[in-house]
Structure formats: structure tokens, C-alpha cells
């Protein structure tokens, strides 16, 4: 780890709503950790892991994926713990695992969410930050996308009010890369934001839409990814947070810190 780089809390994730008042983490075991569980053994196999059932590991000790791990580029320990979860096998190749299909997760908003806020997002003033470090399997096109959806019922159900969804095969909504951030100014930097096989994190900050009551969240192929072939996707460090608080205003306080973030490189 660079020990120059600025403070990983800035660039980790949901990257300015950990100071903002009142908000509220979402998800749960964003990272994917497995508290619980007992450690694979052999090639490959699967765990359940805590808020996404059970995912598909593979035992490398390198993930196939190119440039640094998340593991490198950080002291927070939640990161890199599980680099080698592939989030997907539904249509994979090896038998085993074939058919496992990719994890999600259904939060019903009452149950993490203060009244107020509850309140706010009733009447449109909800504000959430949504996002999630990817990465795909080397050179196999095997490109995800995380995808936020938000719905009217409790438990994913009533009608779809919006989907939001982070494309690990564009560099819309794209933050930075491991790469960018464990050698800044290296050769690899521009290839990392547009190679789908270099962990980058991407962030949407939007409004929550009027009177959703849940949101699922989910993992489909991103752009250019070949259907057919083994889904081998990566994530880590999936987050949503939600504030009561206009996107707007919002938006006015994080380019104030974008730009002191800017300075500080």
C-alpha cells in the first residue's frame, strides 16, 4: 500500500455519504465476509454467505483478474477478504456449480430506516449513494454489472419504481481503479478504467424514487459481456446508502469535496 494516498474512506464506497447526517448503511456484509463459515478446500466450492445465500468460490491465490487486488490498495479490513467470490455461475462451465446463479439481496426499508427518513423518501426527499467495486475473469469477457432496483411492496415485490445499475463494461458513473490507486501515474492506469478485468469501483448518487418501500440487489451481465460462456464475476464492497436530504443539496456538499479531494493528490 502507497501510505501517500489520501484516505481510502473518501474513494472506498458510497464516497461521501459516511459523513453525511443521518445516513443509513443498507445492505448487509457489503464485503462479503463469512463470519461463520468454515474455509473451502480443494479447487473450488461454495459458501453461504451472510445477506447473499450462497456464492461460488474459487480457491486461487490469485484471482485471475488483472492489475492489484482491492487487498492492496487499502488498510480497511474489509477489503480483499474475499476477492475470489464469483458472484456468478449460472450458465458456467464446470458441472458443479453450474446453475448456482448469482446471489442478491431484498432489504425492506422500515426495517433499517428511521421515520424521518422514511418519511422523506414518502415524499421524494430521499437521497442514496449506490456502489460497488467489479471485476470479471481474465480475457474471457466475463463482465458484470451491479444493478440497484427499487420497488413498491416489502420484499422486492409491487411495482419496479426504478433500477440503477453500475456497468463494470463502461466507465459511466466510474470513481476510480485499483490500479489508479496502488500506482498512481503507472503504465497501467487508462487501461484499468476501460479493461473490465482490473477492479474499478463505480458510484451513482441519485433520488430515492417517491413511496419505495424495498430494493433488491442483484448482479446481470454488464455491456459486452458473451452470453453463453462462464459468468465469472467479481464484487466487493457493495453499498447503499440513504439520507433524508434533497439530491441537490446534496450534490452541492460532494463537489466541495471533490474538488478538496482533487488538491489532495
Do not use: C
Request: proline share 4%; net charge negative.
Amino acid at each position: 500500500m502507497n501510505p501517500s494516498l489520501p484516505s481510502l474512506s473518501i474513494l472506498a464506497g458510497a464516497t461521501f455519504f459516511a459523513g453525511a447526517a443521518n445516513a443509513a448503511h443498507v445492505i448487509t456484509n457489503s464485503s462479503f465476509n463469512n463470519d461463520s463459515g468454515s474455509a473451502i478446500t480443494g479447487t473450488n466450492g461454495t459458501r453461504t454467505i451472510s445477506g447473499w445465500g450462497s456464492i461460488h468460490l474459487y480457491n486461487h491465490t490469485y484471482n485471475g483478474t488483472q492489475g492489484p487486488k482491492l487487498g492492496g490498495i487499502s488498510n480497511i479490513p474489509d477489503y480483499g477478504v474475499n476477492d475470489n467470490i464469483t458472484i456468478a455461475e449460472a450458465s458456467g462451465l464446470n458441472g458443479t456449480y453450474k446453475g448456482l446463479g448469482a446471489p442478491s439481496q431484498t432489504v425492506n426499508l422500515s426495517s433499517v430506516l428511521d421515520s424521518g427518513t422514511l418519511a422523506a423518501i414518502a415524499l421524494g426527499n430521499g437521497t442514496f449513494s449506490f456502489s460497488s467495486w467489479m471485476t470479471g475473469y481474465t480475457n474471457d469477457n466475463n463482465i458484470v454489472a451491479t444493478r440497484l432496483r427499487f420497488f413498491s411492496g416489502t420484499s422486492g415485490s409491487g411495482t419496479n419504481l426504478g433500477t440503477f445499475t453500475l456497468d463494470r463494461g463502461v466507465t459511466t458513473n466510474q470513481i476510480t481503479t485499483a490500479d489508479i490507486l496502488v500506482n498512481p501515474g503507472g503504465p497501467n492506469n487508462a487501461t484499468s478504467t476501460t479493461d473490465p478485468d482490473f477492479w474499478a469501483l463505480y458510484e451513482v448518487i441519485n433520488t430515492v424514487p417517491t413511496g419505495a418501500v424495498s430494493i433488491t440487489v442483484d448482479f446481470v451481465a454488464g455491456t459486452g459481456h458473451i452470453a453463453g460462456g462462464a459468468n465469472d464475476w467479481y464484487a466487493d464492497h457493495v453499498v447503499v446508502d440513504i439520507i433524508p436530504e434533497p439530491t441537490s443539496a446534496l450534490l452541492g456538499s460532494l463537489g466541495a469535496l471533490a474538488l478538496l479531494r482533487r488538491r489532495r493528490f
